[in-house]
């Protein structure tokens, strides 16, 4: 396993002598462990989105098409 330092200010440290019954080590490093699968879910889901894209950007395009097109329907039959 590596080892990385932490810097924390001084009055932080002083709170966390108070605890002394957490394992820091162990509750930053759980800590960073959820951020990284958290960020890494994140990264592939945009990914799978992004493979998406094309279908998504077609779908919204035709969705607008054919709003735009019932308006036309209910303007010329006198409904706006």
Do not use: H
């Amino acid at each position: 396993m590596v080892s990385i330092t932490l810097s924390v200010p001084e009055d932080v440290k002083e709170l966390m002598n108070r605890f002394d019954e957490v394992n820091w080590s162990g509750f930053v490093r759980k800590c960073i462990l959820e951020k990284t699968k958290q960020l890494t879910w994140k990264e592939e889901m945009l990914k799978k989105l992004e493979t998406q894209k094309e279908m998504i950007d077609w779908s919204v395009e035709l969705a607008r098409k054919a709003g735009k097109g019932r308006l036309n329907e209910l303007r010329k039959k006198g409904f706006l």
